[in-house]
């Protein structure tokens, strides 16, 4: 069955810190691919998105991220994270050839210090 | 355009109990979602409905049950609410266009506690 792993259950870091969250989905056809944030008490935003041409994305706030076909990857990176960053991130995959179904990731909880 | 809107944003029930959480969208989208949102479970697909007039299970549909009122609105409901139900309950839609990606809009929440 299709599925999205995403590595970093929780992860802590210090303002201007680098990130990296880690996103591997499970099917061989063609996709396409999502970064949702969900701020405290907010609900769910689109962060970014790939689904055809280059392969590393932009999104709001300073994000990117980078779809690696070989790897079945799309890890999101910032190079230097915000207080205002604090929230949970879903990585997430929609089949091209299936209906029109999203499958989501368990999420990380990024919780940035001051 | 209120986007997607969801009510209630709060509800208490007992075990036992039945309820209908409301879903209505301004976008003049296709399809839409209900998923519930678990600590470390991520969001979970309860049911969707690719169009107006059909709708079909996704991965957790046990408990529930959805009707397509029409292309705006899309409930979920609970016929006998138990404890294992308690979480955030989350609407989604998409227009369905698959050539420019399915991004999905959701909807603010329902917390749902079951006593």
């Known amino acids: 069955a299709q599925s999205v792993s995403q590595h970093n259950h929780h992860v802590i870091l210090s303002e201007a810190a680098s990130l990296e969250l880690g996103c591997n989905y499970s099917y061989g056809g063609t996709v396409n691919l999502f970064w949702y944030v969900q701020y405290p008490g907010q609900h769910l935003q689109l962060l970014l998105k790939y689904f055809s041409g280059d392969p590393l994305v932009k999104g709001i706030k300073g994000f990117e991220a980078e779809f690696i076909k070989s790897k079945f990857s799309f890890n999101l990176r910032k190079p230097s994270v915000q207080w205002s960053d604090t929230a949970e991130y879903f990585c997430a995959v929609s089949l091209m050839n299936r209906d029109d179904k999203i499958i989501f990731g368990k999420g990380t909880r990024l919780h940035i210090l001051p | 355009n209120a986007g997607v809107t969801q009510t209630p944003k709060f509800q208490v029930l007992k075990t036992g109990q039945s309820m209908t959480l409301q879903c209505a969208q301004d976008m003049n989208h296709n399809s839409m979602y209900w998923y519930r949102q678990d600590p470390g479970m991520g969001l979970r697909l309860i049911y969707y409905?690719?169009?107006?007039?059909?709708?079909d299970k996704g991965e957790v549909p046990n408990g529930y049950n959805v009707s397509r009122l029409n292309k705006r609105e899309f409930s979920l409901r609970l016929e006998s609410a138990a404890p294992s139900q308690t979480s955030v309950y989350f609407c989604a839609s998409t227009p369905r266009g698959r050539e420019v990606g399915e991004t999905q809009y959701f909807g603010p929440g329902t917390r749902l506690l079951v006593l």
């Open positions: 409905s690719a169009s107006e007039g059909t709708t």
